[in-house]
């Protein structure tokens, strides 16, 4: 629901807070940007520091990133905001696959909690618009952000409640420079492609982004 909601936000953000078109395109980009570019590395340590726990901690910063955006008083900082949630988002989404595949041993079971987090995945990015439209008719732009500290804290307490913790048995020593380096490579890979409608697919910036997401030639 986040990636979409403010989407129909942007003509009242733009008449408060007066952001550039550049900027426009950061405040709907940024959350998919982080997201799409930091999920593979934060899914490897998932199970390392524990399942429940990963999942907290992005309900956590993702409301602090929400109370962030909705008080902001610049362009730059509800930037950032977004780009915080995106960071929340890649927490949080493996971490709910691995505790399904934990909590739903049975092939049968698990396949249809597999099934409800996908049709829930998929409501909440075409209500997205829906609801921001009418959290903005009804409140304003920055409705679009509170709306997230309700849901946290609501999740925080079920998870809580109800998702015992849990983490892999045997965790292979972690790679640090080979994380940080995947998760670079999948941020300038994701800006290349959000960015090159604009800057042109073979502008210079967009090309250079290219670069150092594409993978090594295999060795013979």
Partial sequence: MDLTILNVAIPDLLADLRPSMAQIQWNVDG???VLGGTVLARGALTDRMGRRRTFLAGLVLCAGTSVFGAIAQTPLQTSAARGGMGAAGALMMPATLSIIHWMYPEPMLRRRAIAVWTAVAA?????????????????SWR???WVNVPLAAAAFL???????ESRAKRTEPLDGVGTAMSAAGLLVLVWAIIESPVHGRTSGPV????APAWPPWPSR
């Fill in 31 to 33: 959350y998919a940007l």
């Fill in 123 to 139: 409501a909440g990015g075409l209500t997205g618009p829906v609801i921001g439209g009418w959290l903005v008719e009804h409140f």
């Fill in 143 to 145: 409705a679009g952000f």
């Fill in 158 to 164: 079920l998870t809580c409640l109800l998702v015992p």
């Fill in 207 to 210: 090309l250079l982004a290219y």
